[in-house]
């Protein structure tokens, strides 16, 4: 992934956080959702990314939990921020390394296009 891409997907990322911590939404939180789930999409049955994946799916199973929260506009607790920013510190570590066409696809598959 080339530097500027791939400062564009953690600027995109960290700005749907820091809203969502900020002021929780339906918006925000659909955000920083889809973005998860593309991450997790594209680095599916790669096995380099086994471990990572653990960290990620936790963040993801917290959006979950915070999901009806987030809709309502509730402020999120330390331990639900922290799990996500977990998280989201790991696909920045592993960003870089994700194959940009599979991350393509990914996005691509959620949204209904392939």
Do not use: W
């Amino acid at each position: 992934m080339t530097k500027t891409l791939y400062d564009e997907f953690g600027l995109q990322m960290h700005f749907a956080f820091s809203q969502l911590c900020r002021q929780p939404s339906d918006e925000h939180f659909c955000s920083l959702g889809t973005i998860m789930n593309v991450v997790n999409i594209a680095i599916d049955k790669d096995k380099k990314f086994d471990e990572d994946r653990i960290y990620l799916n936790s963040g993801i199973n917290m959006m979950t939990q915070i999901g009806n929260k987030c809709v309502a506009g509730l402020p999120l607790k330390d331990y639900e921020m922290e799990c996500i920013k977990i998280a989201l510190n790991r696909i920045d570590d592993i960003l870089p390394y994700i194959d940009v066409t599979k991350l393509h696809l990914a996005n691509m598959t959620l949204k209904g296009l392939r």
